[in-house]
């Protein structure tokens, strides 16, 4: 067969660099939007930090030409990052957060006191750096044994480093190196004297009846161990005394347990008037260089040509001049498309928003804000995730805010953040003696009128992080 040409023509669909990096930027809450423009200020030589705000909104950027870098300076674009936000006497002020010894750094100071020859202490470390944040060594001891081989070149037997682990075990908290929540909880219990018969019956459902105890087979044990239930209550009440996750009980340096949350936007409610402000308090405001702008004016002739030496390094500041005009034109889109998509929610969830009762939460998706404001749902997608807002009631997360809607046997269409606050109702109210199926559940619901079936109501209680029935059975 001959080879022969043919066109086709066909049409496609392509993201540009540019948009990617738009797309990118609206996905950033405000903290890493923060380091994302130092970042572009290092890698842009013609970006710089503006410390005077400009007194005028700056122009959309135009087509690249070497007359346009050598006009008046306010063709440059800027955005004004601190409109009507904050007044001229506001400060940021810097919060300083110290961080004190870890967990791993409190285990080794321990063991300093501790008689411990030279290996025993390299086995020690090893161990303490092998528990995890919650106190527990998730690695088995053969494990641990061949990597002190490949890593230090010691041959110690599995013996040795058990004898070594039941060292670390007697460290504070309690409980710590443990390797299954059995071994946590007995580890516990040793360290408490176990001179009463409440604490030795705990003792005895930990050490001989662990898995009934974990299914909450109350009944079964009672009838197995020959006890009252009275004292059989005792020693659950004793048990859920102790602590499941020891690591937790150290908390010098716990900071990344309760981590900072820098809210994306302000709403303030303060005079009975609602007024939304994007939090820009530590967001740099950028601009153009001048010295580069002045830099090319000295390097254009008066006739407008330009030496044959000076073309390569005036298209070099070109094109960073053009890459910085779109980053702050980038800039300013993400500030106008998220303050009309939160003006949206907002305008939307008015009366929740008056007093934070969930109960007020009206049924809504993303196609809905992305109808209002003639955006893709994707674009609103981007807006809401990883983004807060800091209200007169508290930090509220924009994710949470969406939820899906439902009919009523009266028409009456009604948030699913209702029928979880139901659920929840029922389930505080319940007698723990014989708690409320999930079919229970929906028979309840069906009274109040709301028509769910038994797998919605399992999955409105998933989401809630509850248990099931047999799980919240109490004696």
């Known amino acids: 067969m001959a080879n022969r040409l043919q066109q086709t023509i066909s049409l496609q669909t392509k993201i540009s660099p540019q948009q990617i990096q738009m797309i990118k930027l609206l996905e950033l809450p405000t903290m890493q939007l923060e380091e994302r423009i130092k970042r572009e200020i290092e890698e842009n030589i013609v970006l710089e930090e503006d410390a005077d705000t400009p007194n005028e909104e700056g122009e959309a950027p135009e087509k690249i030409s070497v007359e346009e870098y050598l006009g008046k300076e306010d063709d440059t674009p800027s955005y004004k990052a601190r409109v009507n936000n904050f007044s001229k006497d506001d400060k940021q002020r810097p919060i300083f957060i110290t961080e004190g010894r870890s967990l791993g750094e409190s285990l080794i100071e321990q063991l300093r006191f501790h008689p411990l020859s030279e290996e025993d202490m390299v086995i020690a470390a090893y161990i303490v750096g092998s528990i995890d944040d919650d106190g527990y060594l998730r690695r088995d001891i053969a494990s641990l044994s061949d990597d002190l081989a490949f890593t230090r070149g010691m041959n110690v037997t599995i013996d040795h480093i058990e004898e070594v682990l039941s060292m670390v075990q007697e460290l504070e908290p309690a409980g710590i190196g443990a390797r299954t929540l059995q071994e946590c909880l007995l580890l516990q219990m040793r360290r408490q004297n176990l001179n009463n018969s409440t604490k030795q019956l705990a003792f005895k459902i930990i050490s001989d009846h662990f898995d009934s105890f974990a299914k909450k087979h109350y009944e079964r044990l009672i009838s197995r161990l020959g006890v009252d239930e009275d004292s059989f209550r005792s020693a659950i009440e004793y048990i859920r005394s102790l602590s499941p996750k020891p690591g937790n009980l150290y908390s010098e340096g716990g900071i990344e347990a309760a981590p900072y949350i820098t809210p994306d936007f302000l709403l303030d409610n303060s005079d009975g008037t609602m007024r939304l402000m994007l939090n820009t308090s530590g967001v740099p405001e950028v601009r ?188």
């Open 288 to 475: 153009i260089s001048r010295r580069y702008k002045d830099m090319m004016r000295d390097m254009v002739a008066p006739d407008g040509t330009i030496k044959a030496e000076d073309r390569e390094a005036v298209q070099f500041v070109k094109s960073k001049i053009d890459s910085a005009k779109w980053f702050i034109s980038a800039i300013k889109q993400r500030h106008d498309t998220l303050m009309r998509t939160m003006q949206t929610i907002l305008d939307f969830q008015r009366d929740y928003f008056q007093d934070g009762d969930k109960s007020k939460l009206k049924p809504m998706i993303l196609k809905d804000i992305a109808d209002r404001t003639d955006l893709d749902v994707s674009t609103i997608s981007r807006v809401v995730n990883s983004k807060y807002i800091q209200t007169h009631f508290g930090i509220i997360l924009l994710k949470t805010l969406f939820s899906e809607g439902m009919q009523t046997t009266t028409g009456e269409e009604v948030s699913s953040h209702e029928i979880k606050t139901i659920l929840e109702e029922c389930i505080d109210n319940e007698d723990k003696r014989h708690p409320l199926t999930d079919e229970n559940l929906m028979e309840i619901l069906n009274e109040k009128g709301y028509r769910i079936a038994r797998r919605t109501v399992a999955k409105y209680r998933e989401m809630l992080d509850i248990p099931v029935a047999r799980m919240r059975k109490q004696i």
